[in-house]
């Protein structure tokens, strides 16, 4: 073999090992797009701070026993692991990332991780490859088939709006409030503060809003052909919007401090002088109480409501849905506490 021959299937060899290189980083980080329909989290959830989310039988979850470190669990509460020790909040998940806001990190990371700053973060659904998107303050946010929907506070005024999932678009919606956790077949649904509470719809395909209801919606929450909502003109009891009879029907008078709906019940924490955490059927038949006393942070997965008694960050309880019973969610920690050993 000649030395000029030799020198050109060296050139060849390295432009190929160079491209091959070059191919493989591109693939690695190409951002895969959503199937169509997704949604990123239930309104219900984000209305309580996004600390669950589900997506095909795999619950992703901020686990309070280890500081709010981001786990993952079976939607049956069996296999969980820990993905992350930053502490995770408004969690969202859709095709193959997960999405949440970081602020600071977990009592069990570590300096380094104490140290951290603010930020909205897209990750692998394993928590492996994390990628920060920004550093707003995020108050709520939402995912839309390939875009996030975000409220972040802005320095004068709250911001709203959309960043395609891959970073490559980003367009300011509105210099007001529009919280976009109601969302549902391309729409997001939302309570206008401006307009004393009415409820309005975003369709996302033309980020066009329009007037749906001269309501006082309060929280809505989306649940098949009803919007649960709490009634700001009517001491906050709870009530529901027939989108397709455009009707109202309140479904208690209790005043209601929050609530969550999903699997063919209701839960609300009742406020008052003997305050309660109810359950009912999502009709409002079949009330009963499953807890007395004061509980926060209502979250819901296909099997299971989650819940935190008011002025305890730590303890974490559970409940088959539509249980009469509830019990500390030892599962969680205990994995908390395998952690450190």
């Given at each position: 073999?000649?030395?000029?021959?030799?020198?050109?299937?060296?050139?060849?060899?390295?432009?190929?090992?160079?491209?091959?290189?070059?191919?493989?980083?591109?693939?690695?980080?190409?951002?895969?797009?959503?199937?169509?329909?997704?949604?990123?989290?239930?309104?219900?959830?984000?209305?309580?701070?996004?600390?669950?989310?589900?997506?095909?039988?795999?619950?992703?979850?901020?686990?309070?026993?280890?500081?709010?470190?981001?786990?993952?669990?079976?939607?049956?509460?069996?296999?969980?692991?820990?993905?992350?020790?930053?502490?995770?909040?408004?969690?969202?998940?859709?095709?193959?990332?997960?999405?949440?806001?970081?602020?600071?990190?977990?009592?069990?990371?570590?300096?380094?991780?104490?140290?951290?700053?603010?930020?909205?973060?897209?990750?692998?659904?394993?928590?492996?490859?994390?990628?920060?998107?920004?550093?707003?303050?995020?108050?709520?946010?939402?995912?839309?088939?390939?875009?996030?929907?975000?409220?972040?506070?802005?320095?004068?005024?709250?911001?709203?709006?959309?960043?395609?999932?891959?970073?490559?678009?980003?367009?300011?919606?509105?210099?007001?409030?529009?919280?976009?956790?109601?969302?549902?077949?391309?729409?997001?649904?939302?309570?206008?503060?401006?307009?004393g509470h009415s409820l309005y719809q975003l369709?996302?395909?033309?980020?066009?809003?329009?007037?749906?209801?001269?309501?006082?919606?309060?929280?809505?929450?989306?649940?098949?052909?009803?919007?649960?909502?709490?009634?700001?003109?009517?001491?906050?009891?709870?009530?529901?919007?027939?989108?397709?009879?455009?009707?109202?029907?309140?479904?208690?008078?209790?005043?209601?401090?929050?609530?969550?709906?999903?699997?063919?019940?209701?839960?609300?924490?009742?406020?008052?002088?003997?305050?309660?955490?109810?359950?009912?059927?999502?009709?409002?038949?079949?009330?009963?109480?499953?807890?007395?006393?004061?509980?926060?942070?209502?979250?819901?997965?296909?099997?299971?409501?989650?819940?935190?008694?008011?002025?305890?960050?730590?303890?974490?309880?559970?409940?088959?849905?539509?249980?009469?019973?509830?019990?500390?969610?030892?599962?969680?920690?205990?994995?908390?506490?395998?952690?450190?050993?």
């Amino acid at each position: 073999m000649s030395r000029k021959f030799r020198t050109i299937a060296i050139a060849l060899l390295a432009a190929a090992l160079f491209t091959a290189v070059l191919l493989f980083f591109i693939l690695s980080n190409r951002i895969t797009m959503n199937p169509p329909g997704t949604i990123g989290n239930t309104a219900g959830n984000l209305h309580n701070g996004g600390l669950f989310c589900e997506l095909d039988g795999t619950v992703y979850f901020s686990n309070s026993y280890d500081g709010g470190s981001l786990y993952a669990m079976d939607s049956s509460e069996e296999n969980i692991r820990k993905l992350s020790s930053v502490n995770a909040q408004n969690i969202l998940a859709g095709g193959d990332y997960l999405y949440y806001f970081q602020m600071g990190a977990s009592g069990n990371a570590g300096m380094g991780y104490v140290l951290s700053v603010r930020s909205f973060n897209r990750t692998t659904l394993d928590g492996s490859r994390t990628t920060g998107l920004n550093r707003d303050i995020i108050a709520k946010a939402q995912l839309v088939d390939n875009y996030l929907y975000i409220l972040a506070a802005g320095e004068e005024n709250p911001q709203f709006y959309k960043l395609k999932i891959d970073e490559s678009e980003q367009t300011v919606l509105a210099d007001y409030e529009i919280d976009p956790s109601c969302a549902a077949a391309g729409m997001i649904y939302y309570s206008d503060p401006q307009s004393g509470h009415s409820l309005y719809q975003l369709n996302t395909s033309s980020d066009t809003a329009s007037l749906l209801w001269e309501g006082s919606v309060g929280y809505p929450v989306i649940q098949g052909d009803f919007i649960y909502y709490m009634d700001v003109e009517s001491n906050y009891c709870l009530c529901r919007y027939s989108l397709s009879q455009g009707t109202a029907q309140t479904l208690t008078t209790d005043r209601v401090d929050c609530f969550n709906v999903g699997g063919g019940y209701v839960y609300y924490q009742k406020n008052g002088d003997t305050p309660q955490l109810i359950c009912m059927r999502e009709d409002g038949t079949g009330a009963f109480v499953l807890a007395e006393g004061n509980y926060t942070k209502l979250h819901m997965t296909s099997q299971y409501v989650y819940f935190q008694e008011f002025g305890n960050d730590t303890a974490l309880y559970h409940s088959p849905l539509g249980s009469a019973g509830y019990e500390i969610f030892s599962g969680a920690r205990d994995a908390a506490i395998a952690e450190t050993q």
